[in-house]
């Protein structure tokens, strides 16, 4: 295989949730660039229309669909019209996730509230890895990236939710590892601080100015830094790779407190 090849997903198809937005759309652009065919499944099924539209307009190949990740019904029909549009699925980007950063003191929040950031970030990419699976297999191809995050790592306070459950994910994904080789592989990437929507919320000029203090590459991450850890993960060049964590953090630690 040459170095072009390494990169190359033409006639493979990717379903990447939350995938409307913030990291999952720049993976979307980045997968579609490399030739795959992707699902961008989401909430907000306007915006992943919409995104659909501009890589479609760019020569790509890319489908919305609506979905919730938090319901398995809609997982379920996820990947039953991925099938019956593409008849194959070779890549899935649990990427859809989130949590309560730095509102989660438990002196504060319910056991239901705690549970929450598990039930988006854990048992949905559980539960659609393993309905994609047998269709990987039956493809002879397989890649499943979870997004974890520096939280899975970091100690801080009033992120017990949100950093367990980026922990059980970089744990999780080791061990299926063991399950779902050797045709797929299944890996995590674990973003430092990146500039999107759901960062905005929780960030101010001097937060930033903290983080960028325990930051080597003096900069916080744009979505296309997280979306290459992505491309390498889902492309034959990461063929003897699983179960790993790739954290892509600008060489630093990037916390809230
Ligand atoms: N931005 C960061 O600094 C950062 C750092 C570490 C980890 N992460 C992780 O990266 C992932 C993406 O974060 P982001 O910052 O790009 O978020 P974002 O808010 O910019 O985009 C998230 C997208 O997911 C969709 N979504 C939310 N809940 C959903 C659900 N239940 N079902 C389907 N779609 C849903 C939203 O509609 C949105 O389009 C998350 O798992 C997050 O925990 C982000």
Sequence with gaps: MNSTELFDLNGKVAIVTGGANGIGAASCR????HGATVVIADLKLADAQALADQITAQGGKALAAGCNVLKDDDLVALVNRTMAEFSAIHILVNNAGGGGAGKE???EITLEQFE????INVFSAWRLAQLCAPHMQEAGYGSIINM??????NKSPAIS???ASKAAINHMTANLAHD???IIRINAVGPGAVRTGALATVLTPEIEQRMLAHTPIKRLGEPEDIAGAVLY????????VSG?????????VQTLD
Excluded at 116 to 119: E, G, I, L, S, Y
Excluded at 148 to 153: E, P
Excluded at 233 to 240: G, L, N, T
């Design 244 to 252: 790993q964590v790739l954290f892509v953090n600008g060489g630093g």
């Design 180 to 182: 779902y080789g050797p």
């Design 105 to 107: 003191s438990p002196f």
């Design 161 to 163: 939710g949100y950093a």
């Design 30 to 33: 980045m997968l579609a660039e």
């Design 148 to 153: 974890s995050s520096m939280s899975s790592l």
């Design 116 to 119: 929450r950031p598990f039930q």
């Design 233 to 240: 993960f889902a492309a034959p060049v990461s063929q003897w």
